[in-house]
């Protein structure tokens, strides 16, 4: 083989670069909570064996030779004849340095006749602009990139956070996509400073209405943690290698997986991963994969379909990804079963049978909501299946039979954590909701109630009248939360756990002390004993001393975003904060206002 670095080798390499074969591959880039498929970066390859095979190797080549500009343009024409030869569903990211744009647009590639000629719409392209030339100012694309965007084509930025690719690159260029850098994915489960830098580029592209990509994803714990930070996109071999002819299907499997990493991790009680076990109670955990046809397939193949498939009782019919009908196989059956229908409608499209309005929900729909909905629905919705959907694009189905056992799983475990007198969520679920808070980033108020002098009035007048004490406060909590964006568990006996994230929390806190002091009063006179306003007990010493009726005291510690990190350190400030609050006599709110000590340590 010839040394690329001698004499012959430089011609034979400059030959290679303008002529060679070059190959396209593509990599997947996935909405990360959905597991629904955003696109596929176009990436280039050079000759098997060779030593220009890799990218590094060949682009290297090329700027030795100064070649690398006309290289760039050939790759990109190469990868968006090879993604429309492929007729890959999705986005197109094409990779274009600031130098290979401004020729592109003097004339050395014409995109828009590139695009129109392999028969892709402009809005597929989303060109990644790299950093392999460092002297270009943003200011020199702006008329460049206005133009191109007029044609509805899109712009990323490519590896935030290496090299030049900075927040004044973003600011200036504006683009749809940001592609964050792997180095801040890579461990990231492990590494707070990672996970408050992608947070921040994550709240950061939201106010600047664009996308983040988290590139190097390469384990299902990487993916966790960028899914629970909020980050929209997620791309690395944990979701796909580059592939000459990648998968076209979406990824649900990889995001079962995902779900059962992140419960697994709540269950074990690890904190790498932020957990969020939401994926159980959602209509993803009913999806089955079934085969779909399209509204023009006749209907004696479909009829075929539901013959060879005996376990089969719905197929959905869809078109180009996006689900338009159901057709069952008892309704099927029926039309063929009349006289002559079968000859008549057997070579006719499907479309003329199917129901063209059956449920179809999002793959993140709670199942209470879906069982409400089903409840609701008219005809026999019960007995149907359903579809299920990624951002609208077809995933499978799901059945009635399968959510009902889903449901009696959910209600079973639920009752195991509940707490047996208030049926309120008790510590594993209160632990869970508070890590899950944390890790979204967003700031909320963990609010400790207590009751003052509880267990020796429930020495004195007996534990039903205690139970009924708790029942009450169980109540006064409940009707003072925001059951939209609060949360109240039960840690058990006298003491109750509320996170807030309403923004009048305080406010609250007040009415649900008056509340109680209101209502312990009329569960007195209901008792019999209206006349009593304070009794005799023995203190823990064992001396007899006087006690006014339960009083309410709550301690609460406003949570702002990186100061704590784990749920015990949450659960600390807001006992000591309840402990200031029974310090001071009757019923008492105490908010914590120091900054913690060591808590973001």
Known sequence: MTDPDSQEGRGDVAAQLLQGELSAVFQPILWAREG???GFEGL????????LHTPDRLFEAARARS????????????????FAALRLPGNLFVNLSPTALLHAAGGALDLIGLLA??????SRLVIELTEQDQGRAPGDLLPVITRLRARDIRFAIDD???GLSNLGRWLALRPEFIKTDKTFTAGIQHDVLRQQILRSVSDIATVAGAVVVAEGVETLDELACVVDLGVACAQGYCIDHPAAEPARTLWPELMLSLAELRRADTQDGLESSPAHDGAEGRALRLLRRVPSVSPVMPNETVFSLFRHHPELHTIPVVDEDVPVGVLTRASLVERFSLPYQRELYGPKPCSLFMDSKPLIVDMHTPLLTLSRWLAEAEGHALATDFVITARGQ?????SSQDLLQALNRLQLRAARHANPLTQLPGNVPIDRQIQRYLASGRKFAVCHADLDHFKPFNDVFGYRLGDDVIRLLSRVLSQQVDERQDFLGHIGGDDFIVLFRCADWQQRCRSMIESFSQGMIQLMVEAGRGDIQGYVAEDRQGQLRHYELPALSLGVVPVEPGVYHSRHQVAQAAGEAKSQAKKRPGPALFIERRAPIGAAA
């Open 117 to 122: 000629a392999c028969g892709l719409p402009t």
């Open 44 to 51: 280039i390859r050079g000759p098997s064996d060779h030593p």
């Open 67 to 82: 070649l690398d500009i006309a290289l760039e343009l050939r790759c990109c024409r190469i990868v968006i004849q090879r």
């Open 160 to 162: 935030l956070g290496s």
């Open 36 to 38: 629904a498929l955003l």
């Open 394 to 398: 077809y995933l499978g189905i799901g």
